[in-house]
């Protein structure tokens, strides 16, 4: 158990439509990052924030969203579903201390499975 | 843009074989990660290096950081069906905006009992 929670496990929604996906991260963790998972893309990142910051931006579409709250759970938000946003997304947290930090790997989440119809 | 690349992309053996994974880069990276992940599970953390050269074991699997630390290898050791997963190596770089993290390609590995 990383202890990274996210919810919901399985999501399928119709093109057009809006969802949000949660994540928790584990206890001590300032940083969540959030990544998209295909088959013919890898892992891609989407976007970091940092104790309620944002961070950093990969490559997050304009229909997406995020933000991290005072309690440092974060929330992903999909806007104007296409059938190609069907993937997994995956949360992850580390600890970052603020500096660099070699030793602060990632914790991943099981990952929300999104389907798009 | 993927940054770093990972070969071979599958790989299916018998058990018992030995392979190798490959993790490319033209960037140098502060440290590299290894990840495995199984299916319907998020990645897990294998091993980090971290110096140039630097070579880590854990029982049967092999990591080695390239000395310019761009590139790393994993090799498995009489590989077992267990072994069975896609293996994700994750470079670390420390910008002004904090750590970052970039994924490989992944190789997905399939042992054959």
């Known amino acids: 158990d990383s202890g990274v929670t996210q919810t919901p496990k399985h999501l399928i929604t119709a093109t057009g439509q809006r969802v949000t996906l949660r994540c928790s991260p584990r206890?001590?963790?300032?940083?969540v990052y959030w990544y998209q998972q295909s088959l013919d893309q890898g892992l891609q990142f989407l976007i970091q924030y940092y104790n309620g910051e944002e961070r950093a931006k990969g490559n997050i579409l304009e229909r997406f969203s995020a933000q991290q709250f005072p309690d440092l759970h974060s929330e992903l938000n999909l806007s104007s579903l296409e059938l190609g946003d069907s993937a997994l997304y995956f949360c992850?947290?580390?600890?970052?201390?603020?500096?660099?930090?070699?030793?602060?790997?990632?914790?991943f989440g099981n990952g929300t499975r999104l389907t798009v119809t | 843009t993927q940054l770093l690349e990972q070969s071979p992309q599958f790989l299916s053996i018998q058990e018992g074989e030995n392979l190798t994974v490959y993790c490319n880069s033209s960037?140098?990276?502060?440290?590299l990660q290894w990840y495995r992940q199984e299916p319907g599970e998020g990645p897990v953390l294998l091993v980090t290096v971290v110096t140039g050269g630097e070579v880590k074991k854990l029982k049967r699997l092999t990591f080695q950081f390239g000395d310019a630390r761009k590139d790393s290898s994993l090799h498995i050791t009489a590989a077992q069906p267990g072994d069975t997963g896609l293996y994700l190596c994750a470079g670390h770089s420390w910008k002004n905006t904090g750590n970052q993290f970039y994924f490989g390609t992944g190789t997905s590995l399939t042992v054959i009992p």
């Open positions: 992850a947290s580390s600890v970052d201390p603020g500096t660099s930090s070699r030793n602060s790997p990632l914790h």
């Open positions: 206890s001590g963790d300032l940083s």
């Open positions: 960037s140098v990276f502060s440290s």
